[in-house]
C-alpha cells in the first residue's frame, strides 16, 4: 500500500471518528503542515456531506410521493344501499311527523281552537227576521247586558229573541246560560217541527261546549256540521279542523 | 393505520435535530405548511409542479439548516420556511431567466434570510448536479454510503443486508465508493466550491 493510499485510508477513519485520540491528535498536526492532505480531507468532508444531503433528499422525495397521494386523494363517496336509504328517508318523515304531532299536541287548545272559529253574530245576517225589537237593537248596539234584562222581561220570548240572549250570553262568557238558552230553542224546534235559526244555534252551541272546554259534547256537533254539506255553516268546519277538535277531545 | 402526530415549534425541532422519528416531522410539515406555501409559488409564475418541486427542497433545505444549528429560533417556523421558499422559488426564476422585474424582489428578499442560508438556497443547482453524479455510482455503492453516511448505520447492520464476505471487504468496499465519490465531485473545481460555500461543510 503507497503513502497516499495509507494517508486516504487513515483520512477516512478519522473522518467516521475511528482513530483514537492519540491517532487523531497526531493526524491533526500531520494535516497543519500538509496542505494537500488538508485538502483531501476537505474534500472527503465535502463528500460525506453530500451523500448526507443527498439520503435526505431521497428521503424527501419518498415522503413527498406520499403526501402527496395523501393530500390529493379525493374524500371517499359515501355509497349507501336503497333499502338503507329509503329507511333513512323514511325514519326522517317519521321524526318529522312525529315533532309536528307533538307541536300540535302542545298547541292545541279550547281557546286556540274557539278562536280560530268564532266570529260575532250579525243581526243583518237574520234570516226571516223582520221584528226589529228592543232586544234586537240592543244587540246591533253590541249591549250584551241590556239583551239579557230584556229578555228576561219578556213573558214570551220568540225563537230570534231566545238566540240573541243566548248570544250576549256568549259574548259574556255566562257559558251556561248560553248553552241552556241554544238546547231550548234546538228542543223547541224539534218539538215543533221547525227549524228557526236552527243551524246557527247548533254551531254557536257548539262553540260554546268548546269554550268551555266540554269537548265530548263539542265534537259531535262540530262532526254534524261537518258532514251535513247542507249545514249553514258546513264550509267552516274543515277536516284538518275536526282533527284539531278529535286531538283536543283526546288531550282532555 | 398511520398516528398523526402534532408538533409544537420548538418539539418539532428537537426531533430534527436528535433525528428522531423523522418520517412523523416530515409528515407533520407537508400537512401544515405545504399548501399555504405552494400559493406563494403559484401566484408567482409558478404551477402546481413547480410548487411541489420548490417545497421538497424547502423541506431538505429546513432540515439541513436545523441540523446545522442555522436557524436561530428568532422567528417562526411558519416564518422561516415561507422565507426558503420564497427564496428558493425567486432563486430558481432567476435561473430560468424570468426574473426581469423580479430580479429586485429578489434581491430584496434576499435580505430577509442571512448570508449562510442564502448561500444554501443558491447552491441549488450545484445539488442537482450532485444528483446526476451520485447516479454514476453503483448503486451497491450508493447503497453503502448512504447506510453509513446517511442512516448512521454500523457496518456490522450494514453487513446483514448486504452480500459481503466480512467486515473487513465491506469497509474496503465502503472506502473505495467514498474515495470514487469524491474524484466525481472535485472533478469540476467549480462544483465543488460552490458545494462547499452551499453546504458550509467543515463547521
Redesign the interface.
Known amino acids: 500500500m503507497d503513502n497516499n493510499n495509507t494517508n486516504?485510508?487513515r483520512l477516512?477513519r478519522y473522518l467516521?471518528g475511528e482513530l483514537s485520540e492519540a491517532e487523531s491528535e497526531a493526524l491533526r498536526t500531520e494535516l497543519a503542515n500538509n496542505t494537500a492532505m488538508q485538502q483531501e480531507l476537505?474534500?472527503?468532508?465535502?463528500?460525506?456531506?453530500?451523500?448526507?444531503?443527498?439520503?435526505?433528499?431521497?428521503?424527501?422525495?419518498g415522503?413527498?410521493q406520499?403526501?402527496?397521494l395523501e393530500?390529493t386523494a379525493p374524500a371517499k363517496p359515501v355509497v349507501r344501499s336503497l333499502p338503507k336509504m329509503m329507511m333513512r328517508i323514511a325514519a326522517a318523515i317519521i321524526i318529522l311527523a312525529g315533532l309536528f304531532g307533538l307541536y300540535q299536541y302542545l298547541a292545541v287548545s279550547p281557546g286556540n281552537l274557539y278562536n280560530d272559529q268564532y266570529t260575532a253574530y250579525q243581526v243583518a245576517t237574520m234570516r226571516g227576521t223582520t221584528n226589529a225589537g228592543n232586544i234586537e237593537k240592543a244587540y246591533s248596539e253590541k249591549k250584551d247586558d241590556q239583551v239579557i234584562l230584556l229578555y228576561r222581561q219578556t213573558a214570551n220570548p220568540t225563537a230570534n229573541e231566545q238566540f240573541l240572549a243566548a248570544q250576549a250570553y256568549l259574548n259574556l262568557s255566562n257559558l251556561n246560560n248560553a248553552i241552556m238558552l241554544f238546547n231550548t230553542l234546538l228542543e223547541k224546534n224539534k218539538a215543533t217541527n221547525t227549524d228557526t235559526l236552527n243551524d246557527d244555534a247548533e254551531y254557536y252551541l257548539a262553540l260554546s261546549y268548546l269554550k268551555k272546554n266540554e269537548t265530548t259534547k263539542a265534537l259531535p256537533l262540530f262532526k254534524k256540521i261537518h258532514d251535513d254539506k247542507d249545514h249553514l255553516y258546513h264550509d267552516k268546519i274543515s277536516s284538518w279542523y275536526l282533527s284539531k277538535l278529535k286531538l283536543l277531545n283526546w288531550k282532555n | 393505520m398511520e398516528v398523526i402526530k402534532n408538533y409544537g415549534d420548538e418539539e418539532l425541532l428537537q426531533a430534527i435535530r436528535d433525528d428522531i422519528n423523522?418520517?412523523a416531522a416530515?409528515?407533520y410539515l407537508?400537512?401544515n405548511y405545504?399548501?399555504g406555501l405552494s400559493i406563494y409559488v403559484q401566484q408567482n409564475q409558478g404551477n402546481r409542479q413547480d410548487a411541489?418541486d420548490i417545497?421538497?427542497e424547502t423541506?431538505?433545505a429546513f432540515?439541513?439548516l436545523v441540523q446545522q444549528n442555522r436557524f436561530r429560533g428568532d422567528a417562526s417556523i411558519k416564518t422561516f420556511l415561507f422565507a426558503i421558499n420564497k427564496n428558493t422559488w425567486l432563486n430558481e426564476l432567476k435561473r430560468r431567466g424570468r426574473a426581469g422585474v423580479r430580479e429586485a424582489k429578489f434581491e430584496t428578499a434576499k435580505e430577509t434570510v442571512d448570508e449562510g442560508i442564502s448561500m444554501y438556497i443558491a447552491g441549488r443547482e450545484s445539488?442537482i448536479q450532485?444528483?446526476e453524479i451520485?447516479d454514476k455510482l453503483g448503486e451497491g455503492c450508493k447503497k453503502i454510503?448512504?447506510a453509513?453516511?446517511?442512516?448512521n448505520l454500523s457496518m456490522k447492520e450494514i453487513l446483514n443486508t448486504m452480500n459481503y464476505e466480512n467486515d473487513q471487504v465491506l469497509r474496503n468496499k465502503k472506502?473505495k465508493c467514498?474515495?470514487q465519490?469524491?474524484q466525481l465531485?472535485?472533478a469540476d473545481p467549480a462544483l465543488?466550491k460552490t458545494?462547499?460555500a452551499a453546504?458550509q461543510?467543515?463547521q
Not at chain 2, 148 to 151: A, C, D, I
Open positions: 486516504t485510508e477516512i467516521d476537505d474534500n472527503l468532508v465535502l463528500t460525506k456531506g453530500v451523500i448526507r444531503n443527498y439520503g435526505l433528499s431521497q428521503k424527501v422525495s415522503i413527498h406520499a403526501m402527496m393530500m | 423523522m418520517d416530515m409528515r407537508y400537512r405545504f399548501e411541489e417545497f421538497q423541506i431538505v432540515i439541513q445539488r450532485v444528483l451520485m454510503l448512504l453509513f453516511y446517511y442512516e472506502h467514498l474515495k465519490l469524491e465531485l472535485t465543488a458545494l462547499k453546504l461543510y467543515g
